[in-house]
């Protein structure tokens, strides 16, 4: 373990969030106000504005304007941050893009909230599930300590040389950025050694070395810069493991690709994101007790997806139950179950593997919803038979 | 020219060269061409103001022949030329005739 520097807080994960930002004190950030993610911003900019942040914060009329405004700022040359929430995001939609085939570091806090419409504020994973095939890396974190931590570590990893890709970091709408929980905090000089100096390439404002941003490429080049940017996307994992490596040296705190939780010996396994995994830990531990061999695995490096690993950690286990905050429509199961299911795809002998749709809008994820997917998952590894491939659970019929 | 691969771009197709843009020769999108007729030019200039690129070619503030490496035969300097007593200095011809 690592040398801990930092102090207990209890706070939101938004505030959390917000304190990383007045941290690493970003050159600029342009943002727009939407729930859950509003309060973030909201403290930020009063860092800003009592001297506790050098930011140059730029208020503009939307998210399309937002993203701009951080691409601009990072072609420029700046360390930029902004943060946002689903409708926020997709009207961030085209500029996500341009960010990522610009290989610009930017870093988003993305407050997972549900897709409108019906309209809705509470946290699901559409916004992020729908932003996944866009370029960036996306970071997931289970509660307000991980939203924190990658959000400190995200900055690292988008701006390292080998890399130069945007991030964001997702966690839970309300129920992670509303609720107050016991944290630890890094001391402010620990933080700022650790992300560095801001390191430029090719900045617009250096005039002595002028270069052109956002060229037209078509059909002589496009694909070579495709292929090149799923290159990059390639390195990403190992430069996450070496990020997590040295955080830990200042946390104490262990991250990889992502969690295990009792699976090495597990026969059955539930894969969930973000903060339900907390909640399904507790089913795990509870049927642990009863004898049934059940592990969980929570993904933290969602994009790139680290497929091989992933498979690996899986391919032992009898049945697997991929629980999904968010649906594919029309894609036959939720996003993340397609991932899990791509990551076994190259084995001969695989996991029987069951789909459930769970807390969308919102809708509270109980400890119960996770007792019947390990019970149903003991019987499918028992029997070798799936009744129901996917289904919403905890929705009236 | 010989294309790159995808290991020798430059991450984010950011352009490092400057006034590269002056090998990149357009002139090949023309499908009508214009034409200068010298005996009906008055020297006037505006096919020069008018011209969207930089095809027409001016040495000691006369006009020469146009720069047909960038002219993409857009016809606005043939439609703006006031010629000579109605005669214009300017005529579009089709492409490869």
């Known amino acids: 373990m690592g040398q801990k520097s930092g102090k207990i807080v209890a706070v939101t994960g938004n505030e959390a969030v ?102 809705n504020i509470h946290g699901d994973h559409s916004d992020g599930m729908g932003a996944r095939d866009c370029g960036w890396i996306q970071l997931w974190s289970e509660n307000a300590q991980e939203a924190y931590d990658n959000m400190i570590q995200s900055f690292r990893i988008a701006e390292h040389m ?73 390195k990403v994992k190992n430069v996450v493991l070496d990020v997590a490596k040295d955080f830990e040296k200042i946390s104490g705190r262990q991250y990889g690709l992502f969690e295990t939780y009792r699976l090495d010996d597990a026969e059955i396994g539930i894969v969930i994101l973000n903060s339900a995994a907390g909640t399904t830990k507790d089913a795990v531990d509870a049927f642990r007790e009863k004898g049934i061999k059940v592990g969980l695995l929570k993904p933290r490096l969602f994009r790139p997806f680290p497929y091989e690993e992933v498979g ?38 695989k996991p029987l593997m069951m789909n459930k749709i769970y807390g969308l809008g919102g809708r509270d994820y109980l400890p119960e919803h996770a007792e019947n997917a390990i019970a149903e998952l003991a019987e499918v590894a028992k029997t070798g038979q799936i009744k129901t491939f996917k289904e919403y659970i905890g929705v009236r019929e | 020219m010989k294309l790159k691969g995808w290991k020798e771009l430059k991450p984010g197709a950011v352009v490092t060269e400057p006034g590269s843009a002056l090998k ?26 008018y011209c969207p690129d930089m095809a027409i070619t001016v040495k000691d503030g006369k006009r020469g022949d146009f720069d047909y490496d960038y002219c993409k035969g857009c016809g606005i300097c043939a439609l703006e030329c006031p010629g000579k007593k109605g005669n214009k200095a300017i005529v579009m011809e089709e492409e490869g005739r």
């Open chain 1, 312 to 349: 690996e950690a899986l391919k032992h286990l009898k049945a697997i139950c991929v629980l999904d905050r968010a649906d594919a429509f029309g894609g036959s199961y939720g996003p993340l179950f397609m991932d899990i299911a791509a990551t076994l795809f190259p084995y001969k002998e």
């Open chain 2, 24 to 49: 990149f020769k357009t002139g090949s999108w023309r499908a009508f061409k214009p034409k200068w007729i010298e005996e009906n030019c008055i020297q006037c200039m505006f096919c020069w103001a």
């Open chain 1, 162 to 234: 080998d890399l130069r890709l945007p991030a964001m970091v997702c966690m839970d709408g309300f129920i992670i950025s509303h609720s107050i929980e016991r944290m630890e905090y890094l001391d402010d000089e620990a933080v700022k050694s650790f992300v560095g100096e801001f390191k430029t390439v090719n900045p617009l404002l250096d005039i002595e070395h002028p270069v052109s941003y956002g060229p037209l490429i078509l059909t002589d080049y496009y694909m070579e810069y495709r292929r090149a940017h799923a290159e990059v996307m390639s």
């Open chain 1, 18 to 119: 917000a304190e990383a930002l007045r941290q690493v004190n970003p050159d600029v950030s342009a943002a727009y106000p939407i729930t859950p993610a509003t309060e973030i911003m909201q403290r930020f900019t009063a860092f800003v504005s009592n001297g506790k942040a050098k930011t140059e914060m730029i208020l503009v009329e939307s998210e399309h304007s937002a993203m701009s405004a951080c691409i601009g700022a990072s072609a420029a040359g700046g360390r930029v941050a902004t943060s946002t929430s689903a409708q926020g995001l997709a009207l961030m939609w085209e500029e996500l893009f341009i960010a990522s085939g610009t290989r610009l570091p930017i870093i988003l806090a993305l407050v997972n909230r549900a897709m409108s419409a019906p309209l």
